[in-house]
């Protein structure tokens, strides 16, 4: 007897571990955390570009750490920081850093330069091998770096900064986050095209960083504008400039947690609000807002600027009461999320006043996008 009794204390215990395994696993999953890892470019002996007394790795470092600060401030996200201070850091260890952090993404921070010192506007760079001369003149430009790494033609072994083509021989990761990196890349361009920078080249861009190259997640590279240019590179060296470009990325980076990780969807949408799933009106309310939209609000251009104001997996009534007083509230199934929309006009700089609204609302991480005959196109595109 007295054995049976121990054969079910050990049993129990070992149901009790099991129970505690599959609480914590179960917990950590619904827990997850969204890691940044954020790469200031350049860094101590290694000054990146100098203009009129400014140097981009120390206004590179001044915009990681504020958006790092801005993001921190959000629940579930985590930052990882390649350098918080001014050191130099190999090419290929800040993409070690992004790797052995396990992070969802990798956004790393320049400043462009040109002997044009009228050149000037943001560009933002995704993983590829590009033939435009344009893009390869820029990764030569940034991959250079290694050269200041000891040891780096046994590091780098079969990689000639000099003719980017050469990292066709490595293996190559870029189409497996080609997509979210371009997501990305659009979000954080359109949030520079709100602040009324110029995106250069008019679309994401591709080249062979190889910083990205071996960051393994969806990552991107931008370029914040040229240090070369004096307006630009003054704004760039600014407290004001780079205040409003950290909250462009930092914004853009939320934007994309809350579409592919889940949305802090208790500072758009409470508990206790009604869903829709079940509502006959709510359906009806959300075709009448899709598919018939007031005919005073239509624009008589096919291209249309609307603020998305959030991605959920809860369908919502869409009236004011939801969505903090707004009117004019559309929506869009995309998969298993719903995107919503807030406002929609043909004029650019309406859009604009209509995004600061949002904003004011307290829809921080809204952003403008851009819709030709039904199809979200590139905001740049819709803007020309």
């Known amino acids: 007897m007295l054995k049976i009794m121990r054969k079910y204390r050990k049993t129990d215990a070992l149901l009790t571990v099991l129970m505690m395994m599959v609480c914590s696993l179960v917990f950590s999953q619904s827990d997850q955390v969204f890691k940044v890892t954020l790469d200031a470019g350049h860094g101590g002996h290694d000054f990146g570009a100098a203009y009129n007394g400014h140097v981009e790795k120390n206004i590179a470092l001044a915009v990681v750490l504020k958006v790092g600060k801005i993001l921190e401030a959000h ?35 320049h400043c462009n330069a040109n002997r044009n010192t009228a050149a000037d506007g943001t ?11 344009s893009n390869l003149e820029a990764s030569k430009k940034e991959n250079a770096v290694v050269t200041l790494e000891k040891d780096y033609q046994r590091k780098y072994e079969g990689f000639d900064p000099n003719s980017p083509e050469t990292m066709i021989g490595f293996t190559l990761m870029q189409e497996e986050y080609l997509d979210n990196s371009i997501s990305l890349a659009s979000k954080i361009q359109n949030g520079f095209a709100a602040l009324g920078k110029k995106v250069r080249g008019g679309g994401v861009k591709q080249a062979p960083f190889m910083v990205l190259h071996k960051a393994y997640m969806p990552r991107v590279l931008i370029e914040m504008g040229f240090i070369s240019n004096y307006v630009e590179g003054n704004i760039l060296a600014s407290e004001e400039g780079q205040d409003d470009i950290a909250k462009a990325i930092a914004d853009a980076i939320i934007s994309y947690k809350n579409e592919y990780f889940g949305g802090e969807e208790s500072e758009v949408i409470k508990p206790s609000q009604r869903m829709a799933e079940n509502s006959e009106d709510s359906a009806a309310s959300t075709k009448s807002v899709i598919d018939e939209p007031k005919k005073s609000n239509q624009p008589n251009s096919d291209v249309v600027f609307k603020v998305q104001l959030a991605v959920s997996r809860r369908k919502l009534e869409l009236a004011p009461k939801n969505f903090k007083g707004l009117k004019d509230i559309s929506m869009i199934p995309v998969g298993k999320n719903y995107k919503y929309f807030y406002g929609q006009t043909s004029d650019y700089e309406i859009s604009r006043n209509l995004l600061n609204e949002a904003k004011a609302k307290g829809f921080d991480s809204a952003f403008l996008v851009a819709f030709k005959n039904g199809n979200e196109i590139d905001i740049q595109e819709a803007i020309k």
Not at 88 to 103: G, K, V, Y
Not at 123 to 133: F, L, N, P, Q, S
Request: glycine share 2%; proline share 2%.
């Open 123 to 133: 560009e933002t760079y995704v993983m590829g091998m590009t033939k435009i001369a």
């Open 75 to 109: 629940p579930k996200v985590s930052v990882i920081y390649t350098r918080k201070t001014d050191v130099f850091i190999d090419l290929i260890e800040r993409a070690n850093i992004a790797n052995r952090a396990n992070a969802n993404i990798f956004v790393s921070i």
